[in-house]
C-alpha cells in the first residue's frame, strides 16, 4: 500500500524481499529479491534509492544502522528500530519519558515469574521480548501451574521474555501518529479496535470515547512516539481501562493495520502521509471524510492456495472498498486483504463492511 | 491509474506499449515492450492476460478483432473501438441512435467544404476524423479564406475530414459512464468541463444546472453509450447549448480525463468500475463523497526533463490530492499530473485546487 500511494505521486519504488513472489513486487517499480537483514543486499537496494523505508519492525536494527553510517538516508531510524523491536526496552523507555504502561518486569526464569505472579496476581502476561505480532509470542499464565507451560510454549530457555501485569480494559483504542523529518506531526483520529484471537479483526473510527479522553490519549500516543523518536507513520496501541485512564500497549514503527482505514476514510491516509514525512514534505491533513469509517480484516481461515471466493457478492454490497494483497499462499490468520467502508453512520458503515467481509473467503471450510 | 486501481483488488495487470520507459510499466506487475498494433504483440499480451482492455483509443481495431477472432475477451470490442475511432462514423451512429449531435456532413473536399459554410455559416469547424484530441486534429474556419487555411493545415489531401456546425454552447459538460459486461450500467454526476487551449484544464463536480437538465444529460449519455456498444467506463462530452439544450459533442471509448476526480471524489471510481465492468463484477456507488469535487490538470509548459517543482508548497495547501504521471518528459500541454480537491463548498475544492495547481511546474518558464 506505500508503493501505491508511492506511485500517484510519482514517486518510483524498489522493493526488498525474500521472494519475488511477494505483493510488494507487483505494485513496486523494481524488485530485488534478498534477505533485508544482509547489508549487502541493503546496500544494493540504498544504491537504487534517495531513502530507505520500511513496513515491517523486523528488520535487524544493525544492518540498518550499517547503512546510516554510510550515509543513507533510513527512515525510522535505526536507534528507534532497537528501541521498539525489544518490548522490554520500548517498555522502559515509554516509562522513563513517564507514560503510562501496564506494570512490567524482566522474567529471565522461571523464578522470576513466581515474583512475577506474587507482585501482579493471575491471569498476568507473559511475552517474548523480539518478533511478537498478532498474539504470535504472548501466553497468558492464569495459574501457578502454567508458570512452566507458559515458559515452555515461548521457549524461555532460548527467547529472553518478561512479564506483564493483566490489563482488564473496556476498550483497546489505537492512535496513528505521523512524524515528519522537518518535526512537523499529525495525528488521526482515536480508533476502537477489536481483536479476535489476538488478531486486529475490526477497527472503528472514531472510537465512542469522550473528548476528554481522545485528547489525553492523542497526548499520550504523540509523547511516546517522541520518547522512541519515530519518523513517518507509527501506530500506538492504548488500553482504555475500566476507570477511564490510558495505558500504553505498544508502538508499531511503521504503517500500521488499525490505519488501513485511513485510506478512503481520511482525507491523507497513512500511507501518502509516511512518505510525506521521510521525504520531508508538508503532512496532508488526518480528518475523516464521512462521520466515520470501518475497517475489517479477511483473514485466511486454512492453509491453500490464495484464491478469493465471494468477491461478486461482497461488492454487490454499496460502499464496499474492498483490498486484497495477492499473497501467494492462504494461511489459517493470515491477513489476506481489507475492506474499509465509510459513512456518516458508524452502524451502517459496520455493517455493510461485516457483511462484505463474511461473503469473501480464503479456503474457508 | 487503471493499473494502480487493479493493484488494490489484487488484480495483476500487463500492459503494453512501446517504451519500457512508460509511466504504465512503473505501475503494473509486468510490462511487455511492442507496438499495440501489431497483433502478435497483442497475442503475446492475451496470453497472459484474462481480459484485454485498453486505455486510449488509437489502438487498431483491426488488430484487436484479430484477438477477438481467436477467442480473447476484448473490452470495448472491436467494434465499438471501430465506431468510435472514425469520428464521422461516430456522430452518424449517434444521429441514428436519434440523439442530438451539432450538424455534421462529410467533407472529402474543399468544394464540400463550400457547401457546408453555406448550409452552416461562419465561423465552423473542420475536423480530422481519425486521431484527433485535445484539439488536435480539429480547425476553426472563420471566413471563406480560412477553408483552404484549414484544408492544408489538417492536411486533408492525406487525411479524411469533416465539417460540424459551431455551436454557441454556454457551457461544456461531461458524463462518465460505465456499463458491465453483464449490462449493468452506473452513471457519474453531471460535470461542468473548462477547456483552455482545447485542452482539458478545470473539471467541476457537480456541474451547475437544473435536475432537469442534468437528467436529460444523464438519459441522452446512457443512449450514447449503448449506441456505440461501449463497455466499460466511457467519458461523454456534452454542449449545453444557450437555449438549455442538450448536444453530444463525443465519445471515449475509455477511462476519460473528465473522470479523474472520481477517484478521491466518488465513492468507486471511473478506474475500479471500468475493472468491475470488464471483470463481470458487480459495479460500485458513483455518488460523491462530498457535496463537490474539483480536479484540475497539471500540464508541462515547455519541451525538457519532466522534474516537477513547486511540490512542497502545493502539498501544504490543506485537501490536495496531487497525483504526478511519471512521465519521463514534459512537453508544452503535455498533462503530467493531476490535483484533485473535494469539499462540501464546491468554491473551497476549486480555490484550493486551483492554488496548488498554479504552483507545481515542468519547466515553466
Not at 550515509?71 to 536507534?79: F, H, I, L, M, T
Not at 532497537?82 to 526464569?109: C, E, H, N, Y
Not at 497526548?219 to 519515530?230: D, H, M, P, W
Not at 514525512?277 to 483473514?299: C, D, E, H, R, Y
Request: proline share 4%.
Amino acid at each position: 500500500m506505500l508503493c501505491q500511494s508511492a506511485a500517484q505521486l510519482g514517486i518510483r519504488t524498489t522493493t526488498v524481499e525474500r521472494s519475488s513472489e511477494c505483493p510488494a513486487a507487483t505494485v513496486s517499480h523494481t524488485h530485488q529479491e534478498g534477505d533485508w537483514n544482509d547489508p549487502a543486499v541493503l546496500r544494493r537496494l540504498a544504491a537504487e534509492s534517495d531513502v530507505v523505508t520500511l513496513e515491517n519492525e523486523f528488520v535487524h536494527a544493525d544492518a540498518l544502522a550499517t547503512l546510516e553510517s554510510e550515509g543513507v538516508p533510513v527512515y525510522p531510524s535505526s536507534e528507534c528500530l532497537r528501541t521498539i523491536q525489544d518490548k522490554l526496552v520500548q517498555k522502559r523507555s515509554l516509562k522513563t519519558a513517564g507514560l503510562p504502561t501496564p506494570q512490567f518486569r524482566d522474567a529471565s526464569s522461571q523464578q522470576e515469574l513466581e515474583a512475577a505472579a506474587k507482585e501482579y496476581g493471575y491471569p498476568f502476561l507473559l511475552k517474548r521480548r523480539r518478533n511478537g505480532y498478532d498474539g504470535k509470542g504472548n501466553f497468558t499464565v492464569n495459574s501457578p501451574a502454567e508458570i512452566e507451560v507458559g515458559w515452555n510454549h515461548l521457549d524461555g530457555d532460548n527467547n529472553p521474555l518478561f512479564a506483564e501485569k493483566f490489563c482488564d480494559f473496556q476498550a483497546e483504542i489505537a492512535i496513528m501518529v505521523c512524524r515528519s523529518i522537518t518535526g512537523e506531526t499529525v495525528v488521526y483520529p482515536v480508533v476502537e479496535t477489536i481483536q479476535r484471537d489476538h488478531i486486529c479483526h475490526i477497527v472503528k473510527a472514531p472510537a465512542r470515547i469522550s473528548a476528554a479522553i481522545a485528547e489525553s490519549a492523542i497526548e499520550i500516543a504523540e509523547a511516546a512516539v517522541s520518547a522512541v523518536k519515530g519518523t513517518g507513520s507509527l501506530g500506538v496501541e492504548l488500553f482504555l481501562t475500566k476507570d477511564d485512564s490510558i495505558v500504553v500497549n505498544e508502538l508499531a514503527p511503521r504503517v500500521h493495520n488499525s490505519g488501513h482505514y485511513t485510506i478512503e476514510g481520511c482525507h491523507t491516509s497513512q500511507f501518502e502521509n509516511h512518505l510525506r514525512a521521510i521525504l520531508g514534505l508538508p503532512l496532508g491533513a488526518t480528518s475523516l471524510v464521512k462521520q466515520s469509517a470501518v475497517m475489517i480484516n479477511i483473514l485466511g481461515d486454512s492453509e491453500g492456495p490464495s484464491y478469493p471466493a465471494g468477491i461478486p457478492e461482497a461488492l454487490a454490497i454499496e460502499g464496499i472498498h474492498l483490498h486484497l494483497y495477492g499473497k501467494d499462499k492462504s494461511q489459517s490468520g493470515r491477513k489476506m486483504g481489507h475492506i474499509t467502508t465509510i459513512s456518516d453512520s458508524i452502524d451502517e458503515a459496520l455493517e455493510n463492511a461485516q457483511k462484505a467481509a463474511k461473503l469473501i473467503t480464503f479456503n474457508r471450510r
